[in-house]
């Protein structure tokens, strides 16, 4: 089973809450996680990108690095583990993507690939006067596959002559090109319309886990249904926070802690955003009730034994390809699954 980490490129993590770790995103901080990332044998590492936060009291998500120069600075760093980058397809054209993405390839000696961000935080793009309008809540999908059509074109051949409905390539070029001659797309739409994407598109996709192992597995059922449809190899993996504590009781008494110092007035502001968006997408699964200061992200929390156990039962699902860890304090939390859950797990 693949492990990777969900970098906080943005403050505070994924946790909207005044009572979780507080901090500022920087280079420093995330190099010092994906130097142990790489020492325990994490698989990837993939940064979000986010252009506007939600404020609040814990000011979330309104500090935050970018994503491909972060990770451009990274593969200059690490020698091993993958990479992925997001791009909020409104803000850049499909060639610009491209050769951002070989420039990158070309620094981390083939290790990059890109995580597509279709939008539905309308906030982010109003902002700066790039939102296409709200015809493209229902044909945002449209516009990905056109943009990753070009992307793949360019870096397959060098040039493109697309002509689609949201883009026209006029003998564009690209050189030089990926040394594989692509890379990597991963998606995390969780509609039916955005899995179905990834299936005719991605190579990987990430689904927000379920605290139910039945769910994380129907989810990934439902994910591989449509690649079946498309006759691709889709990997799936799932989204978790890792909480761990050297008793069951104490790791629960962190999550306890956290979910009582929730940032209503932040998470009252995202899930006006959400609203805006009503076809099904993962705005409407970020902010159910349950645990919506943590975005409603799967959980795993126990001791190390436990911790490790858990991920063993999710490496039994069938066909699921991974698990993207979420921590708490991240160079804390990276050092301590290295040392203490890596050497339990039967999936490593």
């Given at each position: 089973m693949d492990l990777g980490i969900f970098i906080p490129i943005g403050n505070?993590?994924?946790?909207?809450?005044?009572?979780?770790?507080?901090?500022?995103?920087?280079?420093?901080?995330?190099?010092?996680?994906?130097?142990?990332?790489?020492?325990?044998?994490?698989?990837?590492?993939?940064?979000?990108?986010?252009?506007?936060g939600f404020g609040g009291p814990t000011e979330f998500w309104d500090h935050n690095l970018e994503s491909f120069t972060l990770m451009a600075g990274l593969a200059a760093v690490t020698?091993?583990?993958?990479?992925?980058?997001?791009?909020?397809?409104?803000?850049?054209?499909?060639?610009?993507?491209?050769?951002m993405a070989s420039t990158i390839d070309d620094i981390s000696n083939g290790r990059f690939g890109i995580n597509i961000v279709s939008g539905w935080n309308q906030s982010e793009y109003t902002q700066m006067g790039v939102w296409p309008g709200d015809w493209y809540y229902d044909r945002r999908y449209g516009y990905a596959t056109e943009y990753v059509q070009i992307m793949r074109e360019l870096w397959t051949t060098g040039q493109s002559d697309f002509k689609g409905e949201f883009f026209t390539m006029d003998d564009c070029r690209l050189s030089p090109r990926p040394k594989a001659g692509s890379v990597p797309i991963v998606c995390a739409g969780q509609s039916d319309r955005g899995m179905r994407f990834c299936a005719?598109?991605?190579?990987?996709?990430?689904?927000?886990?379920?605290?139910?192992?039945?769910?994380?597995?129907?989810?990934?059922?439902?994910?591989?249904?449509?690649?079946?449809?498309?006759?691709?190899?889709?990997?799936?993996?799932?989204?978790?926070?890792?909480?761990?504590?050297?008793t069951d009781a104490e790791a629960q008494a962190k999550w306890d802690h956290y979910r009582e110092g929730a940032d209503l007035e932040a998470i009252a502001f995202m899930t006006g955003q959400a609203n805006l968006d009503v076809s099904g997408s993962t705005a409407a699964k970020i902010t159910e009730l349950q645990n919506i200061f943590a975005l409603n992200i799967g959980k795993i929390v126990g001791s190390h034994a436990s911790v490790a156990q858990q991920l063993d039962e999710l490496a039994a699902i069938n066909g699921l390809k991974g698990v993207m860890c979420i921590f708490d304090d991240f160079i804390a939390g990276t050092e301590d699954f290295g040392q203490k859950v890596m050497p339990l797990l039967r999936s490593r």
């Open positions: 505070n993590g994924w946790m909207i809450s005044a009572t979780s770790p507080q901090y500022k995103p920087s280079f420093d901080l995330n190099r010092a996680i994906a130097e142990k990332a790489e020492t325990y044998g994490f698989n990837f590492l993939l940064s979000m990108v986010k252009l506007r020698s091993n583990i993958q990479l992925f980058a997001s791009v909020a397809l409104p803000t850049l054209p499909p060639p610009i993507v491209a050769r005719e598109y991605g190579d990987f996709q990430f689904i927000i886990g379920s605290e139910d192992v039945a769910g994380t597995a129907a989810d990934t059922e439902r994910l591989l249904g449509h690649a079946a449809d498309t006759g691709r190899d889709v990997g799936p993996y799932a989204l978790y926070f890792v909480i761990t504590g050297e």
